[in-house]
């Protein structure tokens, strides 16, 4: 175990930062949780709760919420950086304009960048200078915020160039209601937790349209297909898409009412328009801005990845959802097996 008394800060008080706030927290670590929203602040501290992301929840006395990020940054080693991916580099520059000593950044959110088509670690690594960063960790996994704050089990994954890093921060968060596994695989993990949104998002269509269960099984098995084909082409290992940061998020993802995407996804099969729906949830949906990113992926590596196609003309270029389903199983013939044997040559095991 970690430590006793490591402060630890923990950027973004949304419902995932706040669950990971509480595993920290249990652990024994002294936890700053930065929010730009002072109201929200003063709820953490006078209240020890965060009603709008976690209702019924009752924080631990060790999570002290912060509105300045320099008070917030001042003498840690540890930062967790849990907002959208499409707030990072703002974040990361204001830390940067702070920090002065490096620190180590473990990011959880899961997304891709549209148009520079950057993994987050490399987003972190591009803004942050060298000499105020020592490692970038990533942590994703099956794991909603609602059932970890509720300490329920949960087992995810921690990445790392660095395997010291990795076990870091294994050990920052281990205990018996959260489990943590290490895996050197950072584009694996960091790719299986963003394009699952994308199928997420798709399995909620197919739940929306009323397509039963049969259609989201052959939905979550090809689109496993398609992660891991692009994912290897850009470097994954192929076994990394088996575990908990493939088919393990996938799974939670498209099955559970807890899932944003999913909801959203659900919420476009029964007829809303993109616009409404993002009106609607209130919260971000990693997987929107994810299915432009991944189009571009596969037309980058030269990579099939039909449902994402479908989804991209569904949410970009206003198609019919129930259309995009029956031009999907209308594609002409194939073998499964393909799918297998060209992932597998993609990638050497001898290694």
């Known amino acids: 175990m970690q430590e006793e008394s490591k402060i630890v800060t923990v950027i973004g008080a949304g419902s995932w930062g706040t669950a990971l ?65 499409k707030a990072i580099r703002e974040v990361l520059g204001n830390i940067r304009a702070i920090q002065k000593a490096p620190i180590t950044i473990t990011h959880v959110s899961k997304g891709i960048e549209p148009d520079t088509l950057l993994r987050i670690s ?26 970890v704050s509720l300490r329920h089990p949960t087992t995810v994954t921690v990445s790392s160039e660095s395997m010291e890093a990795a076990e870091q921060i294994q050990d920052l968060f281990i205990n018996q209601n959260f489990r943590v596994y290490t895996n050197s695989d950072v584009i694996g993990v960091e790719i299986g937790g963003a394009l699952k949104n994308i199928i997420a998002l798709a399995a909620g269509i197919t739940d929306g349209l009323g397509y039963g269960d049969n259609a989201k099984a052959a939905l979550m098995t090809r689109g496993l297909a398609e992660i891991a084909r692009l994912g290897t082409k850009m470097g994954a290992n192929p076994l990394t898409f088996s575990g908990l940061t493939g088919i393990g998020d996938l799974i939670v993802t498209c099955t559970s009412v807890h899932s944003r995407n999913w909801k959203a996804g659900n919420l476009l099969g029964k007829g809303k328009t993109l616009d409404e729906v993002l009106d609607n949830m209130g919260m971000v949906v990693e997987g929107v801005r994810t299915t432009k990113a991944a189009y571009q992926l596969a037309q980058k590596y030269d990579v099939q990845m039909p449902i994402t196609f479908a989804l991209y003309n569904v949410l970009f270029n206003g198609k019919n959802p129930k259309d995009a389903v029956d031009v999907l199983m209308a594609r002409g013939r194939t073998h499964e097996m393909e799918d297998l044997v060209n992932v597998l040559e993609e990638k050497s095991f001898e290694e």
């Open 21 to 85: 706030a509480i595993v920290l927290a249990d652990n024994a670590s002294n936890v700053r949780l930065w929010s730009h929203n002072e109201d929200q602040v003063k709820e953490i501290n006078q209240f020890h709760t965060n009603k709008k992301y976690l209702p019924d929840i009752r924080l631990p006395e060790l999570i002290v919420g912060y509105a300045s990020l320099s008070d917030a940054l001042m003498g840690v080693e540890h930062v967790i950086l849990a907002v959208p991916t």
């Open 122 to 147: 490399e987003i972190i690594a591009e803004e942050m200078p060298k000499e105020l960063l020592k490692n970038v960790v990533v942590l994703s996994g099956p794991s909603h915020a609602e059932e």
